[in-house]
């Protein structure tokens, strides 16, 4: 007495449950990652200040969000070779300044007759060079990944 297979074969069944995580699941909780990271860089993001109107007296702040908008995720490879990934990342030229921080350092014009404008407080200043304390680093990047992971799992 044999077995007789009505819908399919265990192999074949184990080789279409295969193809399916491969080319459906896997790629699906990448992106899933991905978003979730990019949601929580978002979340650690500080919102950045313009003063406006700029030549007026009294200036007000008005927040921006250039790099807080300007963080994505971005789908790298093509899944076909069975290697791609996911980047969370940003094109704002200032980020690493951000991130990382800066030391203190002077800032000078570019042209050495003119004098730099700032406002203080807002009010508009200047001066010839400022003696800039420097910035601490947000590492809204690096902190995300440790605080992901009790969320992601293994």
Do not use: C
Request: aromatic share 10%; net charge positive.
């Amino acid at each position: 007495m044999g077995v007789k297979w009505i819908t399919e074969k265990p192999d074949e069944f184990f080789q279409r449950k295969k193809d399916e995580l491969h080319k459906k699941v896997i790629p699906r909780i990448a992106k899933d990652v991905a978003e979730a990271f990019k949601d929580e860089i978002r979340r650690r993001t500080p919102r950045g200040v313009r003063w406006s109107p700029p030549g007026a007296p009294f200036a007000i702040a008005v927040p921006t969000s250039t790099l807080h908008d300007s963080i994505d995720k971005d789908r790298k490879g093509k899944w076909v070779t069975g290697h791609y990934r996911w980047v969370v990342s940003t094109n704002v030229e200032y980020a690493p300044y951000v991130e990382y921080g800066t030391r203190p350092h002077l800032i000078a014009p570019r042209n050495p007759n003119s004098s730099l404008v700032y406002y203080m407080g807002g009010n508009e200043t200047g001066a010839k060079v400022v003696h800039h304390p420097g910035t601490r680093p947000v590492l809204m990047f690096s902190r995300s990944v440790p605080a992901m992971r009790p969320r992601i799992g293994y």
